[in-house]
């Protein structure tokens, strides 16, 4: 079983920067990419970013690319989602997910943190 913790939301200006950690919990000798989903107010959830296993390969909707950036640190068992130049359609509930690799679904979720982009 798959548990993932999301923390480091909150409430922002429009131009800051935001980092986001997903804290992976998973089965001895497992692995599992990772993805960042968002789902605003009336909104269907969208694809934010993703990466591999391995880190080396990474994924960006056109939305956030070039603004935001995932990365993991497997030692520490955490993905994380820089964002930078936020601005207020970034305003979002941020989920991370994990799935076997990058083509397959996501089928662990975690509960998912706030993000607000305001002035």
């Known amino acids: 079983q798959v548990q993932l913790v999301e923390s480091g939301g909150g409430l922002v200006q429009p131009g800051d920067s935001l980092r986001l950690s997903c804290a992976v919990s998973s089965p001895p000798n497992t692995g599992y990419a990772v993805a960042w989903f968002r789902q605003a107010p009336g909104k269907e959830r969208e694809f934010v970013a993703a990466?591999?296993?391995?880190?080396?390969?990474?994924d960006y909707a056109d939305t956030v690319k070039g603004r935001f950036t995932i990365s993991r640190d497997n030692a520490e068992s955490t993905v994380y989602l820089q964002m930078d130049s936020l601005k207020p359609a970034d305003t979002a509930v941020y989920y991370c997910?994990?799935?076997?690799?990058?083509?397959?679904?996501?089928?662990?979720w975690g509960q998912g943190t706030q993000v607000t982009v305001s002035s």
């Open positions: 990466v591999s296993w391995s880190g080396r390969t990474t």
């Open positions: 997910a994990a799935g076997r690799d990058l083509s397959s679904p996501y089928t662990y």
